[in-house]
RNA sequence: UGGGAGAUCGUUCAACGGUAGGACAGCAGACUCUGACUCUGCUUAUCGGGGUUCGAAUCCCUGUCUCCCAGCCA
């Protein structure tokens, strides 16, 4: 579904470099620890698309699992029905499969376990480690103390297994109105662990559930949740984020107490990338405010959004192998993800001759109406992907950058004078321009050689520089949408996100010309259009009218020239 | 300032007591019918201070800086 229009798709070394996560459970398969398993899991709520920063996440499960023929199981964290809907579980199903990774029949919930998890809340409080609080969330807040200062126990904390049971089961029942109970954890209110306090592990909350509909009135907490459904599942190695290190000491309560098998949670770091959003919170604002087109916009760091700008996901795994696994805060930057995408793209996309923002070329000497076939190579370094025949005329297209009246220093492209190859075609030499009221060079006008026909002059004489054309007479018109980061270069750190965003993330060229082999392509096939950047065909292409969305600019040497 | 976790080229990841290395970025050059690709070369780093050791990025002590934690979110 990703690679259309890419020619086979080459192995990509994905070989990733180790690293601690690795070294752990290669440590582990020595000593017996897990009996040799491997067993991870990619568990993210459905509350929003997934971004590049999930996908580090996905590759590293799936990826250790494969590494070390164990299973990756996909399991959905949801516990919060006000957050969660069957939209972003389609999507995540979706996007994972995108990116190339399979859980064959393990698609879990953590939904599917909320009667043994009530099962088991019961089982602790009639352990006297578990027991109904009435305090609001008010309460709960001002006696939970302070980083210097011990929490304060709840009134309620020593009711009996009897009454606690009572009421739990009536929490449940729906006699209680949101809120107005929760089932806590006996743990410690002095300890200078805020998750030891004495943390939450149901509340009561009337909310229709995405899956479970209203058969529940209470909902478990994540951390209640999470450690018991990887211990349910088997799970060996249960990796997540950094921000969770200070939950683990909850994690293993849980499961030790309830006496069940006791997966590993190990911490990395979460993937930052410079210029870029990564929060499901503030991508979920630009949608509903409606800075961009919706979770896919091509600007979008979700996945969605980078596979509809023309992102691959061999380029994405490749990414995310590269960046390594640690536990520094660190931000990647963006070129980076450029680079891995170029690479690819590079190897596989079709060459094609686009003008995305055009000025027209007369070739003077060359007769009205005659129309040449010329042949093109797909791919420079790949015979097999074959030739194409591009057809010259008179009057051409050319970018509007290839030509200056007056060169800068190093300009090696069209101006007076000057004489340049046209890919594929002929020398041309520029004889004259043609200018509006308004002193724009509307026309430039050319001599060609005839007997430089197919891009060599038999005297053997150079040319400094070769351009990409396209003939007015039979190329198609089409929209180009170029892409530059959704945010400001060094945009305030501020909450509004209006204040950030940079005004020029989307050009549309309404007017780009493009040679006809083109015509019928595929939603989504990539292309690189020489000299420009790589392209691929958006989901709004009819077959009236094509668009095009910019993946990446190639590197550009003579914009670093011309800067200086 | 209680607890937890970090600190190695500009960025990022390695080096697991024995020559600090790769990738990206940058710079310079070669090649080129894409100022692309490719190739060559170069610049730049162990947070500070002590110690242990023949030898320390690595072990110990100490200081400094950064990140995370007081949701009935995950």
Redesign the pocket.
């Known amino acids: 579904m990703s690679t259309e229009g890419l020619n086979e798709t080459p192995a990509t070394p994905e070989t990733?470099?180790?690293?601690?996560i690795r070294?752990i459970i290669i440590q582990d398969n020595k000593t017996g620890k897990h009996g040799g398993r491997v067993h991870t899991r990619f568990?993210?709520?459905p509350?929003g698309y997934l971004h590049i920063g999930h996908a580090k996440s996905i590759c590293l499960n799936f990826g250790l699992a494969k590494e070390f023929g164990g299973k990756c199981n996909l399991r959905f964290?949801?516990?919060?029905p006000?957050?969660e809907e069957t939209e972003y579980v389609d999507s995540i199903i979706n996007d994972v499969r995108w990116l190339g990774f399979d859980w064959e029949d393990r698609l879990f919930y953590?939904s599917d376990y909320f009667e043994q998890l009530y099962q088991w809340a019961i089982q602790l409080i009639k352990q006297g480690q578990a027991y109904v609080?009435?305090?609001?969330?008010?309460?709960?807040?001002e006696t939970?103390?302070?980083?210097?200062e011990p929490?304060v126990e709840s009134p309620y904390r020593n009711r009996s297994a009897e009454e606690n049971l009572d009421l739990f089961q009536r929490m449940r029942a729906g006699e209680f109105p949101?809120?107005?109970?929760?089932l806590r954890s006996k743990i410690d209110m002095a300890?200078?662990?805020?998750?030891m306090?004495d943390?939450?592990m149901?509340?009561?909350?009337r909310a229709e559930h995405h899956r479970t509909g209203n058969d529940w009135l209470i909902?478990?907490?994540?951390?209640y949740?999470?450690g018991e459904c990887d211990s349910i599942e088997g799970i060996t190695h249960s990796i997540c984020?950094?921000?969770?290190?200070?939950?683990?000491p909850l994690y293993d309560w849980y499961v030790e107490s309830l006496g069940i098998h006791r997966p590993q949670q190990i911490?990395f770091?979460r993937l930052?990338l410079?210029n870029t959003m990564l929060s499901k919170?503030k991508l979920l604002l630009l949608v509903q405010k409606g800075y961009v087109s919706g979770w896919d916009d091509p600007r979008m760091p979700t996945l969605s959004g980078i596979r509809r700008r023309g992102y691959t996901p061999e380029a994405l795994r490749a990414f995310c192998g590269?960046?390594?696994?640690?536990?520094?805060?660190?931000?990647?930057?963006f070129?980076?993800l450029?680079?891995?995408i170029?690479?690819d793209l590079?190897?596989r996309a079709a060459?094609v001759m686009a003008v995305v923002d055009p000025i027209k070329v007369i070739i003077d000497n060359y007769p009205d109406g005659q129309t040449d076939e010329?042949e093109a190579?797909n791919?420079?370094?790949k015979p097999e992907m074959g030739m194409r025949k591009v057809p010259f005329s008179k009057v051409l297209y050319i970018e509007r950058d290839?030509f200056r009246e007056v060169p800068p220093p190093?300009?090696?492209?069209l101006f007076p004078g000057q004489e340049v190859?046209?890919?594929?075609?002929y020398f041309i030499k520029c004889v004259s321009v043609v200018k509006d009221a308004n002193g724009e060079v509307t026309e430039v006008h050319c001599t060609y050689d005839p007997a430089?026909?197919?891009?060599?002059s038999p005297d053997g004489r150079?040319?400094?520089?070769?351009?990409?054309w396209v003939s007015a007479e039979h190329a198609l018109t089409f929209e180009a949408r170029l892409y530059e980061s959704l945010l400001l270069e060094d945009a305030p750190q501020s909450d509004d996100i209006a204040t950030q965003l940079n005004p020029t993330s989307l050009v549309v060229k309404a007017n780009a010309k493009i040679e006809p082999s083109v015509k019928g392509a595929a939603p989504n096939t990539h292309f690189?259009?020489?000299?420009?950047g790589y392209f691929n065909v958006d989901l709004d292409s009819t077959d009236e009218k094509l668009v095009c969305n910019r993946t990446v600019q190639?590197?550009?040497?003579?914009?670093?020239?011309?800067k200086?």
């Open positions: 990733a470099p180790s690293n601690f070294d568990p993210p709520e509350n964290d949801d516990t919060n006000s957050k953590a609080c009435d305090l609001t969330a008010e309460q709960v807040r939970r103390g302070t980083t210097t929490g949101d809120g107005s109970r929760t300890s200078p662990n805020f998750n306090r943390p939450v149901y509340r009561i909350l909902y478990p907490m994540y951390d949740t999470h984020t950094l921000e969770f290190e200070d939950h683990r911490e770091d930052n410079t919170r590269s960046i390594g696994v640690s536990k520094t805060n660190g931000t990647i930057e070129p980076l450029e680079h891995h170029r690479e590079n190897a060459r010329l190579a791919h420079p370094d290839d190093k300009y090696y492209r190859r046209l890919r594929y075609a430089s026909r197919g891009g060599n150079k040319v400094k520089s070769t351009i990409h690189q259009f020489e000299r420009v190639l590197k550009d040497t003579w914009a670093k020239i011309a200086k």
